[in-house]
Nanobody
Framework: QVQLEESGGGLVQAGDSLRLSCAAS????????MAWFRQAPDKEREFVGA????????SYVDSVKGRFTISRDNAKNTVYLQMNSLKPEDTAVYYC??????????????????WGQGTQVTVSS
């Protein structure tokens, strides 16, 4: 069993930055690929990015490349999403997710078996 809790969301203006955190408790965090997804109102859940257990070569959706950075601290059982140059279209509930695997990243929600409750990010223009 893995429990995930996101924090760090809020209301910001376009161009601002936010850092989301996802604290994990439970089994084998360091061996799991971790991902961030987001869901805007009336839209499907969208992959944002993922990081493998080793922390190497994170993957991102094209719309956030160069602006968002995923990192992890396995000693603290925490994964981060640094979001810079935020845009109104980044407004969504952001979720972290844990995969049962650690060696590859997936953009498919069904490949993640644990999810947090989400944190709201609102970017005003």
């Amino acid at each position: 069993q893995v429990q995930l809790e996101e924090s760090g969301g809020g209301l910001v203006q376009a161009g601002d930055s936010l850092r989301l955190s996802c604290a994990a408790s439970g089994r084998a965090f360091s061996r799991r690929t971790m991902a961030w997804f987001r869901q805007a109102p009336d839209k499907e859940r969208e992959f944002v990015g993922a990081i493998t257990s080793s922390g190497g070569s994170p993957s991102y959706v094209d719309s956030v490349k160069g602006r968002f950075t995923i990192s992890r601290d396995n000693a603290k059982n925490t994964v981060y999403l640094q979001m810079n140059s935020l845009k109104p279209e980044d407004t969504a509930v952001y979720y972290c997710a844990a995969s049962p695997f650690g060696y590859y990243s997936s953009s498919v929600p069904a490949n993640y078996d644990y999810w947090g409750q989400g944190t709201q990010v609102t970017v005003s223009s």
